[in-house]
């Protein structure tokens, strides 16, 4: 049964005989002062309109960024290259948001995720011991002609961004840590919208018009416009907040329906994505990997590959090959690997 969010009664998460059966914790308490780590996807007008949102709901938090366009967390962890370091994380933060590149796969392997966002979860809490950390999902690019490979793509990837984060947790519990990371699903969050916006009426998005749902909510084929980072920030604050959202003061530049219709969208996928979802095994997410994603991951991303011509096609085939041994790997090679 499809559910008003675009969850269906199977989705997100896949097998789920070979979960656990933890759920992720809510927030601890809901932020007044936020810091996000991230690139051109949590830049403006993404942190403006979540403290519109905290706004709404009749709250003041303030938010201090550090986006460098296009970089990875590796990146903004690189003591070497001053331009993408971040400034010094404020020591009275009560929340990081810290965004991984959209291109999930290659930031596992080549980036090393989940070594990096460990990084940059211990130097937040590092200045800010009873601090909360969270990893906002990065959403790849869409394609109008083809925006249901895309929804299909973003369900498909939400189980990974989770697996990145249990796989940092279980390196926190190893060392006798109680503090863990959650995560913030924008971007399934973003492709059950279009979903649902191509499907019915979605007042101030888009009356089951799939072209109109993603001119309303994306600038090109990846920038959120106000609209899409509005609902962006109605799904964090849904995840960082208490309740619902009601509307205490307009959003300015945002479609007055929208604002209505949105807030209990945003709402409610958050609810049931709560209940939906259960932290996979690692031998679960190293399976869903090599059985699944990884096909789908480069089928999805095949065209940035042949435009590189027989070159890109050869690389193409030898990353399906080796990524898939890589995480069926029983070594520290394997990003996923636990014992």
């Given at each position: 049964?499809m559910?008003?969010t675009g969850l269906t009664a199977?989705a997100?998460?896949?097998?789920a005989?070979?979960?656990?059966t933890?759920?992720?914790?809510?927030?601890?308490r809901v932020p007044?002062h936020?810091?996000?780590s991230?690139h051109s996807?949590t830049e403006?007008p993404y942190p403006?309109m979540?403290?519109?949102?905290?706004?709404?709901?009749?709250?003041t938090?303030?938010?201090?960024?550090?986006?460098?366009?296009?970089t990875s967390i590796?990146?903004?962890?690189?003591?070497?290259?001053p331009?993408?370091s971040?400034?010094?994380?404020?020591?009275h933060?009560?929340?990081m948001?810290?965004?991984?590149q959209?291109?999930l796969?290659d930031?596992?392997v080549w980036?090393d995720?989940?070594q990096?966002?460990?990084?940059?979860?211990?130097?937040?809490i590092a200045?800010?011991p009873t601090?909360?950390?969270?990893l906002f999902?990065a959403?790849?690019?869409v394609?109008?002609?083809r925006?249901?490979?895309?929804?299909e793509?973003?369900?498909?990837a939400?189980?990974?961004?989770?697996c990145?984060?249990r796989r940092?947790?279980?390196?926190?519990?190893?060392?006798?840590?109680?503090?863990?990371?959650?995560?913030?699903?924008?971007?399934l969050a973003?492709?059950?919208?279009?979903?649902?916006a191509s499907?019915?009426?979605?007042?101030g998005v888009?009356?089951?018009?799939?072209d109109?749902?993603?001119?309303t909510?994306?600038e090109?084929?990846?920038h959120?416009?106000p609209?899409?980072?509005y609902?962006?920030?109605l799904?964090?604050h849904?995840?960082?907040g208490?309740g619902?959202s009601?509307?205490?003061?307009?959003?300015?530049?945002?479609p007055l329906?929208?604002?209505?219709?949105?807030?209990?969208?945003?709402?409610r996928?958050?609810?049931?994505y709560?209940?939906?979802?259960?932290?996979?095994s690692?031998?679960a997410?190293?399976d869903?990997l090599?059985?699944e994603?990884?096909?789908?991951?480069?089928?999805?991303?095949?065209p940035?590959y042949?435009?590189?011509g027989?070159?890109?096609q050869i690389?193409w085939?030898?990353?399906?090959?080796?990524?898939?041994?890589?995480f069926?790997?029983n070594s520290?090679?394997?990003?996923f690997?636990?014992?």
């Amino acid at each position: 049964m499809m559910l008003a969010t675009g969850l269906t009664a199977s989705a997100p998460f896949p097998d789920a005989q070979n979960m656990t059966t933890g759920k992720a914790a809510p927030p601890t308490r809901v932020p007044s002062h936020i810091f996000i780590s991230g690139h051109s996807l949590t830049e403006r007008p993404y942190p403006e309109m979540l403290a519109t949102v905290f706004a709404q709901t009749g709250q003041t938090v303030r938010i201090d960024t550090a986006n460098r366009f296009g970089t990875s967390i590796k990146d903004r962890l690189a003591a070497t290259n001053p331009s993408l370091s971040p400034p010094t994380v404020p020591n009275h933060a009560d929340t990081m948001i810290v965004a991984e590149q959209h291109s999930l796969i290659d930031n596992l392997v080549w980036n090393d995720s989940v070594q990096s966002l460990r990084a940059m979860h211990d130097r937040f809490i590092a200045e800010n011991p009873t601090g909360q950390s969270f990893l906002f999902t990065a959403w790849l690019g869409v394609d109008a002609a083809r925006a249901g490979r895309w929804i299909e793509f973003e369900r498909g990837a939400a189980p990974v961004w989770e697996c990145l984060a249990r796989r940092v947790n279980m390196t926190l519990e190893a060392d006798g840590r109680t503090d863990r990371i959650g995560v913030i699903p924008t971007a399934l969050a973003l492709a059950n919208l279009v979903a649902m916006a191509s499907a019915v009426h979605v007042p101030g998005v888009a009356n089951a018009d799939a072209d109109r749902a993603l001119a309303t909510l994306f600038e090109d084929d990846v920038h959120p416009t106000p609209t899409g980072a509005y609902y962006a920030a109605l799904v964090t604050h849904a995840w960082l907040g208490k309740g619902q959202s009601p509307i205490e003061q307009p959003a300015s530049g945002i479609p007055l329906a929208a604002q209505q219709s949105l807030p209990p969208i945003a709402d409610r996928f958050v609810r049931e994505y709560r209940l939906t979802m259960q932290p996979m095994s690692m031998q679960a997410c190293r399976d869903y990997l090599r059985q699944e994603f990884i096909g789908q991951y480069l089928r999805y991303i095949r065209p940035t590959y042949a435009n590189q011509g027989l070159k890109g096609q050869i690389q193409w085939f030898r990353h399906r090959v080796e990524w898939a041994i890589l995480f069926g790997r029983n070594s520290p090679r394997n990003p996923f690997f636990h014992r």
